[in-house]
């Protein structure tokens, strides 16, 4: 009898510590196109933690990675770091997953597909043991480029540079953007007048959300105006007709990227 409560006790505890571990790549059929890269962020200028960027490129130690890096349990109010460490999935070089690790207070900030967002205990001593390489010198690069075949054309005379790291989109989702001046008057005297009367109009074009982003200006706006900023697509734009106020010709936006290069 007390073997049985002992092996019922070592098997509760042993469901318990699987069920408060996450692993952190699970979603990823890694093959030679993959790498794992940690980087100091561009808000890091002191480098606080070049010691801990690595990269893992070898397949093996990649599945490895997959089968055996985990997290444990969400931190329902940890205290976050200023100079997170950045750690991307990347295929072909281009970033498809950004996770967020500290050192400093042992968590990782993450999307997991399964559950919400979070901050999860996290160890990154678990990688540095699979790391092909440890530490890295990187840079950032920010780079623009008018049209995706600009952009095609620098990837293909790039790709294949052993320093470049890794790249990342970070263009709007919206393909271009234009202005709305809105003067005050006795029935819009603060800025979330105008905002509701923009967005009124918007919605009448689209119910989706994600075709549209606003924000509004302070410093291009006056004592006398209100100055509006609208991403979207030139569809939504020549439709857009809110009348009596300044709509500014559309302007197609940039692609942009971010390039990590090695030093």
């Known amino acids: 009898m007390r073997y049985l409560i002992t092996f019922l006790l070592l098997t509760f505890f042993l469901t318990m510590?699987?069920?408060?571990?996450?692993?952190?790549?699970?979603?990823?059929?890694?093959?030679?196109?993959?790498?794992?890269?940690?980087?100091?962020s561009q808000l890091d200028e002191k480098k606080e933690y070049q010691k801990w960027t690595f990269i893992i490129?070898?397949?093996?130690?990649?599945?490895?990675?997959?089968?055996?890096?985990?997290?444990?349990?969400?931190?329902?109010?940890?205290?976050?770091?200023?100079?997170?460490?950045?750690?991307?999935?990347?295929?072909?070089?281009?970033?498809?997953e950004t996770?967020?690790?500290?050192?400093?207070?042992?968590?990782?900030?993450?999307?997991?597909?399964?559950?919400?967002?979070?901050?999860?205990?996290?160890?990154?001593?678990?990688?540095?043991?699979?790391?092909d390489v440890k530490p890295l010198n990187s840079k950032y690069q920010n780079m623009s480029f008018k049209t995706q075949?600009?952009?095609?054309?620098?990837?293909?005379?790039?790709?294949?540079n052993k320093k470049l790291l890794c790249y990342e989109d970070v263009s709007?989702?919206?393909?271009?953007?234009?202005?709305?001046?809105?003067?005050?008057?006795?029935?819009?005297?603060k800025f979330k007048d105008g905002w509701a009367l923009i967005e009124k109009e918007l919605n009448r074009y689209t119910s989706d959300k994600k075709d549209y982003l606003m924000s509004f200006n302070l410093s291009k706006s006056t004592d006398s105006t209100f100055f509006y900023q609208i991403n979207t697509s030139k569809t939504i734009y020549?439709?857009?007709?809110?009348?009596?106020?300044?709509?500014?010709?559309?302007?197609?936006?940039?692609?942009?990227?971010?390039?990590?290069?090695l030093k």
Request: charged share 25%; glycine share 2%; net charge neutral.
């Open 238 to 261: 020549n439709k857009f007709n809110l009348i009596g106020f300044h709509k500014s010709s559309w302007t197609a936006n940039l692609i942009e990227i971010t390039v990590t290069w």
């Open 57 to 96: 490129s070898d397949t093996s130690k990649l599945r490895q990675a997959r089968q055996t890096i985990t997290c444990k349990e969400k931190l329902e109010q940890p205290t976050l770091d200023d100079n997170d460490l950045e750690m991307y999935v990347t295929k072909d070089k281009e970033v498809i």
């Open 99 to 131: 996770y967020y690790i500290s050192p400093k207070y042992h968590y990782v900030n993450y999307y997991p597909t399964d559950s919400t967002p979070g901050v999860f205990q996290f160890d990154i001593s678990q990688l540095l043991q699979l790391a």
């Open 172 to 189: 709007e989702e919206q393909n271009g953007k234009f202005t709305i001046t809105i003067p005050k008057s006795r029935d819009i005297q």
């Open 17 to 40: 510590t699987l069920a408060q571990t996450k692993p952190l790549f699970e979603r990823f059929n890694f093959d030679s196109s993959y790498r794992i890269i940690g980087v100091c």
């Open 149 to 160: 075949d600009d952009l095609n054309k620098f990837l293909a005379t790039n790709k294949m």
